[in-house]
């Protein structure tokens, strides 16, 4: 009965039915009573007109006063089965008249119902409305209606020689015909009957078609669309509702089924979703547990339960680390108090007892209305970070202990500024500078300040500067060999630079180079004697013709005089220009790195050298590229190489053609320079006997030589190679082809930065 009582088609139904009840019994009510209405009032209207007729038959009689005729009409009509009596009554109410004899003579009371409605009024009226005259009895259970009809005055009557009636009278009395109505109420009875039974067979009618067509349009459709609702909701697959309809309940239809498909498109989504959420909450490599307010783990991922095992309801405290009690410091107690993340870091043990360390983030998990009912945990595992950083700090310990250890000076240098980010413990001791004084500060202030530009690119696209002079704190200068490798230091690009002080060394060396040079020197002391001698006999010749002209008196010509005055300006620069040559090249260099064109040192060299093969009658013969790019090196130091590598030639291609007799061609030096992307290269070959293979290993080896004693220190290839290494290039020695030694030098260029090489 609930179900009915709250049943949609319940409702409609009923609603319906007594709708429709209402709607046929107001009708059927109308239809009976505008029929019994109209029934009646014909009736009346027969009756009256039954009542004129009487009237009318009477008139005559009652003209003649032939009271056996009138009763005797009165008695022929009143046996006709409808009419139950007539009468005829006089003004006092006496009925003269009557098919009832038994009642002739009797008065009836003017206070009685029909008499009632006209003596009501003082006087009478003369007339009367149909309805007001008629009136309807039952007697015996039997209808029937009776109409007082007025007999009015007339001419007929009034005044005549045989009647009394008085002019001025208008009624003489009263005509009362009743007649029976059974078969008129027979009628209605069976009209309202039939009325009433059809009410009951179209309302029954209507009633079943209203139940039908909501249960096959209405009810039938809504269940099926309750039931798709239902199997929505559920697990069950969606089913579209198929409706032959085209109203509203099509429609409805239609647009639910559109919107089935939606929702079970958004439901699949959404357990996709969820799915992948499971998934993602199974197997992300972080632990995940969710710990309720009684720290008790409820929930936990894969990866929670390989590093703990099951909880079984046990504390997380317990779990994680084995404890009685929470943890002082409970980052998911500070999410319970304040409804906020926290993050901590955290060590505990495994559940096989290996120790764990992880970083542990909580969040708050809320109900519907907002209160706090358990915590999330994601812990991500950094075991493996802290051993790393335990590895790291004990080789950052082992890294320091090196270098400090290291000792050569090692900076740190921003690659960049080349501010020096860190050093080891011997910069002091070979700058004078302290760790703390020096870090900060610019690397650029260990160079001469004239200097420090040069060094500023140097030291950026090098990858070794050497030697190059450098200050230390006290101002005393040093030599430095610089090994610069680029790293990473704390996330930024950084220069080491490794600096080992070869000033001692360098010294050491410069004594062996001056007193080489001392030995060129004087191996070309006759060479430049020769090359004196001609400028000053020039000058003697030119000063004597001066003094014999003065002394004679004679002028001399302006021309002559211009000529002489030219030819000792040449001659003294001439001369000047030798002096200068060699006493540069018997000073100390500087050591000052700095860009260097090789084929002027080569051409400097050979100038100084050239008096020495020309009077050997040794030729040489240039091949130099024009374009050939700059190297970094000190010109000083190359020309003695050069000159030793000359030397060597020169003592070559005599020991070659001792006793011989050469053609031209035959004793000749050939120089020639030329370049890679990478490389500056030259070579000094000549004529004379080659370089023996079994010598080649130890040609550059200090005191290593070939020559008779007396006739050679064994130094100068050792030098030059020294010299050549210093500016990160090498030296070769081979022999090439048709005989004749030949030394290579290869040097990196300094237009290029090494990263490019």
């Not at 995940?288 to 009684?294: F, M, R, T």
Request: charged content about 25%; glycine content about 6%; aromatic content about 8%.
């Amino acid at each position: 009965m609930k179900r009915l009582r709250h049943s949609l088609i319940m409702k409609m139904i009923l609603t319906g039915g007594v709708t429709l009840l209402l709607s046929v019994i107001l009708w059927t009510s109308f239809n009976v009573l505008f029929f019994k209405k109209n029934v009646t009032g014909n009736v009346i209207s027969d009756i009256a007109m039954l009542s004129d007729t009487v009237l009318l038959s009477l008139h005559h009689a009652m003209m003649l006063d032939a009271k056996e005729f009138i009763q005797n009409d009165i008695n022929n009509m009143s046996r006709q089965g409808e009419i139950k009596s007539i009468r005829v009554i006089n003004k006092k109410g006496r009925i003269i008249y009557s098919n009832d004899p038994e009642e002739i003579n009797d008065v009836i009371d003017i206070k009685s119902g029909p008499c009632q409605k006209c003596h009501s009024f003082n006087p009478p009226p003369a007339t009367m409305s149909l309805k007001e005259r008629s009136r309807t009895k039952t007697v015996n259970g039997k209808n029937y209606m009776g109409i007082m009809t007025p007999i009015p005055n007339s001419e007929g009557c009034a005044p005549g020689p045989c009647h009394v009636h008085a002019k001025g009278e208008r009624l003489l009395g009263l005509l009362d015909l009743v007649v029976s109505t059974e078969k008129k109420s027979a009628m209605l009875g069976t009209f309202e009957r039939a009325n009433f039974g059809i009410a009951l067979v179209v309302f029954i009618a209507t009633f079943a078609a209203l139940i039908i067509y909501a249960y096959n349009f209405i009810f039938k459709p809504i269940r099926k669309l309750i039931k798709a609702t239902r199997d929505i909701g559920s697990a069950n697959d969606f089913v579209e509702v198929q409706l032959d309809q085209t109203d509203e309940i099509g429609t409805l239809s239609d647009a639910f089924n559109m919107m089935g498909r939606q929702v079970q498109e958004k439901h699949k989504a959404l357990l996709e979703q969820k799915e992948e959420y499971r998934d993602l909450f199974e197997n992300v490599p972080c632990l995940v547990s969710v710990v309720d307010l009684n720290f008790r783990v409820i929930r936990h991922n894969k990866a929670y339960e390989a590093h703990f095992g099951k909880p079984r309801g046990r504390q997380c405290y317990l779990i994680n680390k084995n404890r009685d009690r929470k943890c002082e410091q409970c980052p998911v107690e500070k999410t319970f108090f304040d409804l906020a993340p926290h993050m901590s870091e955290e060590s505990g043990l495994s559940k096989d007892g290996r120790p764990i360390h992880w970083i542990v983030y909580t969040s708050p998990i809320k109900d519907r209305e907002g209160k706090i009912v358990a915590a999330m945990e994601m812990m991500v595992d950094m075991t493996r970070r802290k051993e790393l950083e335990q590895r790291l700090a004990a080789s950052e310990q082992r890294y320091h202990a090196i270098f400090d250890s290291i000792p050569g000076a090692v900076f740190v240098l921003d690659a960049e500024t080349l501010d020096v980010v860190n050093c080891n413990d011997p910069v002091e001791g070979m700058y004078g500078y302290g760790i703390e004084e020096i870090q900060g500060s610019s690397f650029l202030q260990l160079f001469r300040e004239e200097e420090r530009a040069d060094y500023e690119h140097l030291v950026k696209v090098k990858r070794e500067i050497g030697p190059c002079s450098q200050i230390t704190k006290s101002g005393t200068p040093i030599y430095a060999v610089l090994r610069i490798s680029p790293a990473d230091f704390n996330g930024s690009r950084t220069l080491i630079v490794t600096c080992s002080d070869v000033t001692k060394k360098l010294e050491a060396e410069q004594q062996l180079i001056q007193a080489s040079k001392m030995t060129t020197l004087g191996e070309m002391a006759s060479g430049v004697a020769h090359e004196l001698n001609q400028p000053l006999a020039i000058l003697k010749t030119i000063s004597n013709l001066m003094l014999r002209k003065v002394s004679r008196g004679q002028p001399i010509d302006p021309d002559i005089l211009k000529e002489m005055a030219e030819g000792v300006d040449s001659h003294v620069n001439r001369a000047s220009k030798i002096i200068e040559h060699m006493r540069e090249f018997g000073r100390k260099s500087d050591l000052k790195t700095m860009p260097v064109q090789l084929n002027e040192v080569l051409r400097r060299g050979f100038e100084f050298f050239s008096r020495q093969l020309t009077v050997r009658n040794i030729s040489v013969e240039w091949n130099l590229n024009s374009h050939l790019p700059i190297i970094m090196a000190d010109a000083n130091r190359l020309e003695q190489v050069v000159i030793n590598l000359l030397i060597n030639a020169r003592d070559a291609i005599e020991e070659n053609w001792a006793g011989k007799v050469p053609l031209a061609d035959d004793k000749k030096i050939y120089i020639s320079t030329t370049f890679t992307p990478e490389k500056v290269i030259a070579e000094v070959c000549d004529t004379g006997p080659g370089i023996p293979e079994a010598i080649r290993g130890r040609l550059f080896e200090p005191f290593f030589t070939t020559k008779d004693v007396g006739k050679g220190t064994g130094l100068g290839l050792s030098i030059s190679y020294g010299i050549v290494k210093d500016y990160s290039g090498t030296i070769r020695a081979s022999t090439k082809d048709g005989g004749g030694g030949c030394f290579t030098l290869i040097f990196p260029r300094a237009d290029i930065a090494e990263d490019n090489r």
